[in-house]
């Protein structure tokens, strides 16, 4: 899928030349053991290095440029897998073949290279002004998961499920540490990140290989890092509270559940883990939507969600709170069927398919693309989209009531109005 060579030590260019898309995307991603200061002072760097550099030092003039180049999108942000924090950078723009005269191509690959290496300093650092500007977007980013009841619920429950743990530490960091944060430390980080990182590089178009091989040494001269290897996530072995419930001002009753299965990502069970995921609450006809949600219509919404790096199962459901005890058996019950094996032809067939499709509609953008190769190539395999679909078709409704017979509720987490 892509071709790959190794530019520095811990630093991989990934090239994919295809004539499917009439652009070509670029995606560089820097890797750094995950901990909510690292997440604080990265995510406000990738806030700074976005809206200026030296030759652009205002957002106005460098948005101004970008939109020259034909619309060039390009953006910096924030994730996290397994214990890995992730700075990403992002630029997509036309290719050079669709425009009757120009040279966007270079022009974009020398933009990437001033976005990276010629920051907006002011004798050696960050300038205060923009990291104070930008702490505060991110202070208000954080902020804002306490609006938003449902992401506040699932929140708190991974804090309860996996404290102080990277399952539970957000990729943006926390308030605290984020107004901690001054131009020095910025600038340490920043040039921390530059040296230490493990770097993926990828580009996603109708390219000549060879070419941009050269061009991406020539404007990325990242040196090798000293120590290429990255952590995983341990295994927990802490207390968990069983149930907790809290009150806020809020009308909508917000019930979150959390339990542990042994099966983690590239597992041999994996492939069963996603159809388990499915068939109980990952899409509109599973147990947990047809019989929480629809038949006795406890729940203005009922799903699951699989978080493979961590080895965690989550039900999230927004429901009237004199229905919670109900709520709570029936979600219960639709684990324990599966667990007997009462699981339908209709709902392995319809599971499989929609885990196909989605996976044919993701590998149709070269976002999309970039995505799942950056995941599944830690696997010693490689990806291919037949490989997965002759292995999600080869799941059996018994491998299915495995995984199920492994998974263990963990904790409860409800929140609803004081009232109530």
Excluded at 80 to 97: C, I, M, S
Excluded at 145 to 169: C, G, H, W
Excluded at 216 to 221: D, F, S
Excluded at 407 to 416: G, S
Aim: glycine share 4%; with cysteine; hydrophobic share 35%.
């Amino acid at each position: 899928m892509f071709l790959t060579t190794e530019i520095a030590k811990g630093v991989s260019l990934h090239i994919r030349q295809t004539a499917q898309f009439k652009t070509v995307n670029f995606s560089i991603k820097w890797r750094a053991p995950l901990s909510e200061k690292t997440a604080s002072e990265r995510t406000v760097l990738s806030n700074v290095l976005q809206h200026s550099n030296e030759k652009f030092p205002t957002s106005a003039s460098f948005r101004s440029y970008l939109d020259d180049l034909f619309g060039t999108v390009l953006y910096f942000d924030t994730t996290k897998r397994g214990a890995e924090h992730t700075l990403l950078f992002n630029v997509e723009t036309v290719n050079d073949q669709y425009l009757s005269h120009g040279n966007v191509l270079n022009e974009v690959i020398d933009v990437i290279h001033e976005a990276i290496f010629k920051p907006n300093f002011e004798n050696g650092q960050f300038k205060e002004a923009i990291v104070e500007r930008e702490k505060s977007m991110v202070v208000q980013r954080i902020e804002s998961v306490f609006d938003d009841k449902s992401r506040y619920a699932q929140k708190r429950l991974t804090e309860i499920l996996r404290p102080n743990s990277p399952a539970s530490m957000s990729a943006n960091g926390t308030i605290d540490d984020v107004k901690a944060i001054t131009p020095a430390s910025l600038t340490k980080t920043y040039e921390d990140m530059l040296k230490n990182d493990v770097i993926d590089i990828y580009v996603v178009g109708d390219v000549d290989i060879e070419q941009m091989t050269t061009q991406i040494k020539k404007a990325l001269p990242f040196t090798d890092r000293e120590n290429v290897r990255l952590p995983k996530v341990a295994d927990f072995d802490g207390q968990v509270e069983a149930y907790t419930k809290e009150t806020q001002e809020m009308k909508q009753g917000k019930l979150h559940i959390g339990y542990s299965t042994p099966v983690r990502f590239g597992d041999e069970d994996f492939a069963s883990m996603q159809i388990f995921n499915g068939i109980f609450g990952g899409y509109a006809h599973s147990k947990l939507f047809m019989n929480v949600r629809e038949k006795e219509s406890l729940a203005y919404y009922a799903s699951s969600s699989y978080s493979s790096h961590y080895g965690l199962l989550f039900v999230v459901s927004g429901i009237e709170p004199a229905n919670e005890e109900k709520a709570r058996e029936l979600i219960t019950q639709q684990l324990q069927v599966m667990q007997n094996g009462e699981i339908s032809d209709l709902e392995l067939a319809q599971t499989k398919a929609m885990l196909i499709n989605q996976m044919k509609e993701a590998l149709d953008s070269s976002r999309g693309q970039i995505e799942i190769f950056d995941q599944y190539k830690t696997l010693d395999e490689q990806f291919t989209l037949d490989m997965w679909v002759t292995r999600w078709n080869a799941i059996t409704k018994e491998d299915v009531q495995k995984v199920a017979q492994k998974i263990e509720l963990q904790a409860t987490y409800f929140l609803c109005g004081k009232e109530d």
